[in-house]
């Protein structure tokens, strides 16, 4: 018998007779929420993101890179892309790993747990563009934030592959106390784009 | 026919029984200094984030019963995900036990003709034993994990789910560092931002040539064939996306039925575990995506014991656990004990009942016991585990002593009847037999004492005192 046979055998006979009728009680929030963005701005802050609330993507940009290199993700709009900048047509590892910094866009961002969601789409490229570079900046739109995480799930499609990411790279291993700064970008800046700008 | 895990291979089980390795760990003083000092950090950041969600309690409850729902429909689920996943481009491998998972993953290994892989944080793969399995196959595993690395560096044995370091504190850590990670700065001293930027030099070359990976996983959706790692530091990232090849392995029990279901686990698992409204970084993945991440999955589902629990219906729901180890943090227990002692990779109050039923109640006959029953575990628990009564029901199969019990049968009978009790209240008070503190009873009762203080008998009784007032 294949181990596959033999483990759903022994599942079946444990379990004896019917599937279990279990009834899910949903009584938890699901939304949709009114959303604080200055909510997402202070738990982005507490986990030791920088926030920028600006209505000057390019700009702020610019301010936060400086002298050094990025790598940008094929889709990103070109007025965000820094001069200089390094567009990401497979580039090696070793490639991106020497850039100074990454610029992408977000999928959807979370307020009360101050957390964006990556999807690997155009305007954010590969996972491994925004792991590598140890700073990160994500530019926002208000209208990709929710209140609370059920609603994230719910816009979000699992066929891709996405990367939940909360402040900079940190570890509780030491002491159990949180500490920023291990293997992935140590800098997280996120641009959050003011509504007029939005519009 | 059940069939628990298969004794000779991975760390189900102790050297000793666990009151003898709870006695070297009480004896060490730093270990709990070390270990107070961590449970109490966790438990308050925990308690402060949880209070701030209004709809806890109601978490909980869809927790619990989605797990339930898992758990009754296995067979079914764990079949749609082999489905998923297999259309999305990975491959599903069945383990019936830790042997047949590790011959898996070696095999899987050999085949890339590659001799190191990075790993992310997995209890299953401790639990398998997977690291010993592959170094006796010429292949080095090399632990990602701040807290693993610690733990493999110092050659030392994990003690917590969650920080398989919690054992050792700042100092100690730079010193196993200075003393075992080739080319670490000398000047190297114990600030622990310091010490993580030492683990990330030291790793990256590692990451960015390693061309096989190994992980767990925290979550696998049936409906889907998605995949979640929640993590803290970015090496899962670095172990997901970065290697040709990915071999994840994970229980049976980890499947949740639907993609909105994680909308629930995701919220309960990070405030209960590391106390954030979040974790820094969980990766979701479906199989292969083309031109992003390894392009070679495998996806090793492993039984080894797991279906032996399933048999049992009071003690099934252990396998609800969803490895936050916020059970360990409230536990007087473990904040004293420490998690060597349990002689275990699952320690604390949830290993207690999953080690037992996994191995068979013959190979861990003293787990039950290492609980005061005071029911912090389960008000801990994000999916509400009611350890407690799991605990009682696996000492009623691994009993304690006949004449232990006899005892307690007379104490029980002495405690309803007034007269009796308090005739033994005054025989207490002046009875120099028992010796310090009880220390002294005679057998065949110096067993059960030499774990247990009696408590000083009082110069007078509440019903001396109460009769005299």
């Known amino acids: 018998m294949s181990s596959k046979n033999l483990i759903l055998r022994r599942i079946r006979e444990a379990l004896g007779g019917e599937p279990a009728a279990v009834d899910v009680p949903r009584d938890y929030r699901r939304g949709p929420a009114p959303v604080d963005l200055d909510l997402l701005v202070e738990r982005l802050v507490d986990y030791k993101a920088v926030v920028h609330r600006t209505s000057d993507i390019p700009g702020t940009i610019r301010g936060i890179v400086g002298s050094g290199t990025v790598v940008a993700p094929p889709g990103l709009p070109a007025e965000w892309v820094p001069s200089g900048s390094v567009r990401d047509d497979d580039l090696s590892a070793a490639d991106i790993a020497a850039a100074d910094g990454v610029v992408t866009a977000a999928a959807v961002a979370i307020a009360e747990t101050g957390t964006i969601v990556l999807d690997a789409s155009p305007d954010q490229g590969r996972r491994i563009l925004s792991l590598l570079p140890d700073l990160h900046i994500c530019v926002l739109h208000p209208d990709q934030v929710v209140a609370t995480v059920p609603e994230a799930v719910a816009r979000l499609s699992p066929g891709r592959p996405l990367t939940w990411i909360s402040g900079p790279s940190a570890t509780s291993d030491i002491e159990l106390n949180r500490v920023e700064g291990v293997h992935g970008p140590r800098n997280l800046h996120i641009v959050l784009v003011e509504e007029e700008a939005a519009a | ?146 807290a693993e690395l610690i733990v493999q560096l110092g050659k030392d044995k994990p003690s917590h789910i969650l920080v398989p370091a919690i054992h050792r504190n700042r100092s100690e850590i730079r010193e196993i560092f200075l003393r075992e990670m080739p080319g670490v700065d000398p000047e190297l001293t114990d600030e622990p931002t310091e010490l993580a930027a030492a683990a990330r030099r030291y790793l990256r070359e590692t990451f960015l040539s390693t061309k096989v990976a190994v992980s767990g996983a925290n979550f696998a959706i049936a409906e889907t064939g998605t995949l979640a790692v929640v993590e803290s530091e970015g090496n899962g990232r670095m172990c997901l996306t970065l290697p040709d090849t990915l071999i994840t392995v994970m229980g049976i029990e980890k499947l949740v039925p639907a993609w909105t279901d994680l909308e629930v686990f995701l919220q309960l698992l990070p405030r209960a575990s590391t106390g954030e409204r979040m974790n820094p970084y969980t990766s979701m993945w479906t199989g292969v995506t083309p031109g992003d991440g390894p392009q070679n999955f495998h996806l090793v589902l492993l039984d080894n014991g797991r279906t032996a629990v399933l048999a049992d219906e009071v003690g099934r729901s252990a396998l609800h656990c969803i490895r936050c180890s916020a059970c360990l943090n409230v536990c007087p227990v473990y904040e004293r004990t420490g998690g060597h002692a349990y002689g275990s990779v699952y320690p604390g109050p949830i290993g207690a009942v999953l080690s037992p039923q996994l191995t068979g109640i013959k190979d861990n006959p003293s787990l039950p016991y290492a609980s005061s029953l005071c029911g912090a575990c389960f008000d801990a628990c994000p999916v509400m585990i009611d350890i407690p009564s799991i605990l009682v029901h696996l000492r009623n199969q691994a009993p304690h002593p006949r004449t ?50 009696l408590p000083e008998p009082p110069p007078e009784t509440f019903r001396d005192w109460w009769r005299g007032r």
């Open chain 2, 1 to 146: 026919m059940s069939t628990h895990s298969p004794r000779g291979v991975g760390h189900l089980r102790g050297d000793q029984p666990f009151p003898e390795a709870a006695k070297v760990a009480l004896a060490n003083p730093q270990l709990r200094r070390n270990l107070q000092h961590a449970t109490t950090t966790i438990r308050g950041k925990s308690g402060r984030v949880i209070a701030e969600l209004p709809d806890w309690q109601e978490l909980r409850a869809a927790g619990s019963a989605l797990k339930a729902y898992t758990m009754g429909n296995l067979p079914r689920l764990l079949e749609q995900l082999e489905e998923k996943v297999t259309a999305a481009g990975g491959v599903v491998h069945w383990a019936a036990d830790a042997n047949e998972a590790n011959r898996i993953v070696t095999d899987l290994v050999h085949q890339t003709g590659e001799t190191r892989v990075i790993k992310v944080k997995s209890m299953a793969t401790q639990e398998i034993g997977l690291n010993e399995a592959l170094e006796a196959a010429g292949i080095t595993p090399v632990e990602t994990d701040l």
């Open chain 2, 404 to 453: 232990e019990k006899a005892v307690m049968a007379a104490a029980a009978y002495t405690m309803d009847r007034p007269r009796l009790y308090a005739r033994a209240q005054k025989a207490a008070r002046l009875s120099k037999l028992l010796g310090k503190r009880g220390r002294g009873l005679p057998p065949p009762l110096h067993g059960w004492a030499a774990s247990r203080d």
